[in-house]
């Protein structure tokens, strides 16, 4: 084995390790578009999926079929018929539906049980069990359209479910569901997934979607200035969309934003839509810290908010540890006052356990990130990328174009996250000139 190999592999596998332990025992919901098995990733995606459940994930697959169904009605000679974006479903859709859906359960499980030769997970096998999991109602007439056999969630068998995955099974799900006199309604696979990851109230929402996410400026194309949009609170999702249109068809930013959104606001932390066309986008998004796609984030506002005067006793107690091992430069409690609306704080349970301050250079089009502490209790749990996150958001809304920090302790921290070096003559004056050269704090800086 190469010594290249050694120094880049080990380091690799170490950053990889605190999201392998993390998110063991959790339960992801993944919402698998039949474009992506048309586009021919199947084999891929279960590769990544068995071998996610082999860290011990708990996986529920549910799987689309838009693709296969207009399909199967072009073979017949048969117009499919949509409004709103939802598909009409007469009788000979909904053969059609019950053939796709077959067809793709058969294509799922036939991959799964395959051993998965040549692949990272040779003679591993993945047991799938799938079943009558959902109970349907029709939808009925809407704007004056009989939909027919297009139906919506009525109920989740959760806790069927929640035996299979105890059982170590993967579990799948067609977008079908049956009334309880036994008649058959075609569902939407992203009324499936968000149901099933709310009542389940799962870690993680998934969506592989033929599009790459949601970007910073969602009804404009793609540019070097309007890139994806990596995470999205969930105050800000709703705002978004808010202002977009509404969808008619998946390629729409706001179609799988409603559906993240509305996971997020049933108790699901983290909900993603990741674009198939990437190999191995669920283990980047998973694994990997700046992941591939969009991810909408419920967090608490009690939890990560603008500081108040209240919060300076805390602030002070927090930093102190910091100040005295010389990780942090030395502020006196009436220079905190001062600048106090400058702080976020992290709070649990009345406890601040986390801070960091924002000084804008305007002129320079920049700003330098202070103070940003996170309580050795709460170090590992994410809580300093929630504050750089917040951070620079708040740089973002302030139309600047970098923040930057002076650090003598954690620079590979934030060398992780997208900062440089720069040599100190490249401060804003201002800042220059109060430059401690005793204590020699290397510059880093992050281009938002």
């Not at 693709?67 to 000979?92: A, M, N, W």
């Not at 009925?140 to 297009?150: A, E, K, L, P, S």
């Given at each position: 084995m190469s010594t290249v190999f050694n120094f880049t592999f080990v380091p690799w596998f170490r950053s990889v390790a605190p999201y392998i332990h993390k998110f063991r025992h959790q339960t992801f919901v993944v919402g698998l578009t039949g474009e992506a098995v048309a586009a021919g990733k199947l084999q891929s995606i279960v590769q990544d999926l068995a071998?996610?459940?082999?860290?011990?994930?708990?996986?529920?697959?549910?799987?689309?079929?838009?693709?296969?169904?207009?399909?199967?009605?072009?073979?017949?000679?048969?117009?499919?018929?949509?409004?709103?974006?939802?598909?009409?479903?007469?009788?000979?859709?909904?053969?059609?539906?019950?053939?796709?859906?077959?067809?793709?359960?058969?294509?799922?499980?036939?991959?799964?049980?395959?051993?998965?030769?040549?692949?990272?997970?040779?003679?591993?096998?993945?047991?799938?069990?799938?079943?009558?999991?959902?109970?349907?109602?029709?939808?009925?007439?809407?704007?004056?359209?009989?939909?027919?056999?297009?139906?919506?969630?009525?109920?989740?068998?959760?806790?069927?479910?929640?035996?299979?995955?105890?059982?170590?099974?993967?579990?799948?799900?067609?977008?079908?569901?049956f009334s309880p006199t036994g008649e058959a309604f075609n569902l939407s696979m992203e009324e499936v997934a968000t149901r099933v990851a709310s009542e389940m109230q799962a870690d993680k929402l998934l969506f592989l979607t033929e599009i790459p996410g949601v970007r910073e400026k969602p009804l404009e194309p793609e540019a070097e200035d309007n890139p994806i949009d990596t995470e999205i609170t969930l105050a800000t999702a709703r705002r978004m969309l808010a202002d977009l249109p509404e969808p008619s068809q998946p390629t729409d930013p706001a179609f799988y934003l409603q559906r993240c959104v509305q996971a997020c606001e049933h108790g699901v932390e983290r909900s993603h839509i990741l674009p198939f066309g990437v190999d191995g986008s669920l283990l980047l998004e998973i694994y990997v810290h700046d992941g591939i796609g969009t991810m909408v984030i419920d967090e608490k506002l009690e939890e990560l908010r603008e500081a108040t005067i209240d919060d300076v006793g805390g602030i002070i107690q927090l930093i102190e540890p910091f100040e005295r091992d010389g990780t942090l430069v030395k502020r006196n409690r009436t220079e905190i006052e001062r600048d106090i609306t400058s702080y976020l704080v992290i709070e649990h349970d009345g406890v601040i356990f986390g801070c960091a301050a924002l000084y804008p250079y305007p002129e320079q089009k920049t700003a330098e990130m202070a103070a940003l502490t996170v309580s050795t209790d709460s170090q590992g749990t994410g809580d300093g990328e929630k504050l750089l996150k917040r951070i620079e958001q708040r740089a973002r809304d302030m139309g600047l174009a970098s923040i930057f920090v002076l650090t003598t302790r954690t620079v590979h921290w934030f060398l992780k996250r997208g900062f440089s070096p720069v040599e100190p003559d490249w401060l804003p004056e201002a800042r220059k000139r109060k430059y401690n050269w005793d204590r020699k704090s290397q510059v880093l800086v992050k281009r938002l």
């Open positions: 071998l996610i459940q082999a860290m011990s994930v708990k996986i529920v697959l549910v799987h689309g079929f838009r693709p296969q169904v207009s399909e199967q009605l072009r073979l017949k000679g048969h117009t499919p018929r949509h409004h709103k974006g939802v598909r009409v479903t007469d009788p000979v859709a909904l053969d059609c539906a019950q053939e796709a859906a077959g067809q793709l359960r058969y294509e799922i499980e036939a991959a799964f049980s395959q051993g998965l030769p040549n692949t990272p997970m040779a003679d591993a096998r993945v047991r799938v069990i799938s079943g009558n999991f959902l109970t349907a109602q029709p939808l009925g007439i809407v704007d004056g359209v009989d939909f027919q056999h297009t139906g919506k969630v009525r109920k989740v068998d959760v806790e069927g479910i929640q035996r299979a995955l105890d059982s170590q099974a993967l579990v799948l799900i067609s977008p079908f569901g």
